[in-house]
């Protein structure tokens, strides 16, 4: 079993920052990939970020591109996701999530991921 524990998040003014993190307990010795996706209400899940825990090659979405950076502190199984130049629309809940596999792939399917944190909200206003 693996268990992804969220913080972070809350209200914050467009153009505004905020970090979320995400730590990870559990059997994760094996290969894996730590995503981070979003869901606004009526909406899809949305692929935001994911970060290969062995080499650290990242994807981010088309919409984050360039505003998120996401990263990983290895001592503290621990990812996180800056969130800069923040948006109306970048307002969602944001969830963060585990794939075990020794693809070397980042894959941005969220059906692909085997464990999901409890979510946080991210609210950003106009």
């Known amino acids: 079993q693996v268990q992804l524990v969220q913080s972070g998040g809350g209200l914050v003014q467009a153009g505004g920052s905020l970090r979320l993190s995400c730590a990870a307990s559990g059997r994760t010795s094996r290969p894996y990939t730590l995503g981070w996706f979003r869901q606004a209400p009526g909406k899809e899940r949305e692929f935001v970020a994911a970060i290969r825990w062995s080499g650290g090659s990242t994807a981010y979405g088309d919409s984050v591109k360039g505003r998120f950076t996401i990263s990983r502190d290895n001592d503290k199984n621990t990812v996180y996701l800056q969130m800069n130049s923040l948006k109306s629309e970048d307002t969602a809940v944001y969830y963060c999530?585990?794939?075990?596999?020794?693809?070397?792939?980042?894959?941005?399917?969220?059906?692909?991921?085997?464990?999901w944190g409890q979510g946080t909200q991210v609210t950003v206003s106009s």
């Open positions: 999530a585990v794939r075990f596999s020794t693809s070397p792939v980042v894959t941005t399917t969220p059906n692909s991921y085997d464990y």
